[in-house]
């Protein structure tokens, strides 16, 4: 059975590599990288295959959807956990099995975020190239304690517990938000209203999923009850930020500082290598002159544990579609 894995980088095939050799060798599955991401312009790769393995930023709209179904495709796998690129209602429309990893290492991600968090507030990123520079000056570096602080987690589930319970080591107190209150959180937090939170939150930490609900929760409005000075970190989806919106914070110094992993236009950036080009998105351009930012490129999930996972995962729910078996990561379709 030949699979297209689209926007496969030389990780994710190492990663599927050695799944594939160590758990299915006898199973048939022929894995083809492409470093393309799928589009309407490169889904013509994808002809000849039964299934297309496919990432964060790759499109799966309807057009995209009927050209693969037309080639013969029946699968579609996504090795990540949002599914925001896929049109589900076009997949189930044209019968096609969908799948994804719901969950890979939420540590890797909670790690990162406070990795984040701990960069931005003891500027390390400013020390790191002062002392380079032979500049040992102090001044301008000045943080803050994180125990003690108010840290406001917006979304509960595995990302951001994992989250919750390592900043709770740090001696913060820990507010949360989610349409689904868990016992779990409760223990180390407190539930309260988006309001509540962003007003007392010195850090406000995003880990909810996109949707219509949630697109730009953090625009003007919501920027103009936050508390003044709060630091703004989102590791889950770009399209949560209203990005001119929080350009103009940092400029009013109603933000102190932000840290992004996700941008809600990174296709075109994330996991391509731009150095030598001219970057035309002059909104990422101006976040990039900001002292108090940190970028960094969608690698919060970047660890040797989750990429094992997402190759396990994956393989697993090709391995369901293939046998009939039910897999409880199905999006649309049976098995």
């Known amino acids: 059975m030949k699979i297209v894995v689209f926007s496969a980088q ?6 599927f590599d050695e799944v594939l050799q160590r758990d299915y060798a006898s199973r048939g599955f022929e894995l083809i990288y ?49 599914f925001n690129n896929i049109d589900l209602e076009a ?24 990795a984040l968090i701990l960069a931005l507030n003891r500027q390390i990123h400013r020390a790191y190239n002062r002392v380079r520079e032979g500049n040992f000056m102090l001044d ?5 304690n994180l125990h003690g602080k108010t840290v406001g987690v917006v979304g509960t ?6 989250t919750a319970r390592i900043l709770k080591g740090f001696g913060c107190r820990v507010l949360g938000l989610d349409l689904y209150e868990t016992a779990e959180f409760a223990a180390l937090g407190e539930y309260v209203a988006l309001d509540v939170l962003l007003a007392e939150s010195d850090v406000v930490s ?18 103009a009850r936050i508390k003044p000075g709060a630091m703004l970190v989102n590791t889950s989806r770009g399209g949560l930020i ?28 994330f996991f391509h290598d731009r150095s030598s080009d001219i970057i035309d998105d002059d909104v990422f351009m101006r976040l990039m002159t ?16 989750a990429l094992r996972e997402i190759a396990e995962t994956t393989l697993h729910n090709l391995d369901c579609f293939v046998s009939g078996r039910a897999c409880g990561n199905v999006l649309a379709g049976d098995t």
């Not at 030389?10 to 990663?15: A, H, L, M, V």
């Not at 490169?42 to 496919?54: D, K």
């Not at 109603?254 to 809600?264: G, H």
């Open 10 to 15: 030389p990780y994710d095939e190492r990663s």
């Open 34 to 82: 492409q470093k393309a991401t799928l589009s309407v312009q490169t889904v013509a790769l994808a002809e000849g295959s039964e299934a297309v393995c496919a990432f964060v930023n790759d499109q799966l709209d309807a057009p995209v959807l009927e050209t693969l179904h037309g080639y013969g495709v029946r699968a579609i796998l996504l090795r990540c956990a949002g």
């Open 91 to 114: 997949a189930r429309r044209l019968g096609l099995f969908v799948a994804r990893v719901p969950a890979y290492s939420p540590e890797a991600v909670a790690e990162h975020t406070v």
């Open 140 to 144: 301008g570096l000045l943080g803050f």
């Open 157 to 162: 589930g595995k990302i951001g517990m994992a």
């Open 206 to 223: 995003l880990h909810c999923p996109l949707s219509d609900a949630t697109r730009h929760l953090i625009g003007a409005a919501s920027l």
């Open 242 to 269: 209203d990005t001119h919106a929080v350009v103009a914070a940092l400029k009013s110094r109603r933000l102190s500082a932000l840290a992004i992993d996700v941008y809600e236009q990174e296709s075109q950036l």
């Open 290 to 305: 900001f002292p108090n930012v940190i970028v960094t490129g969608h690698q919060g999930f970047f660890t040797v544990e």
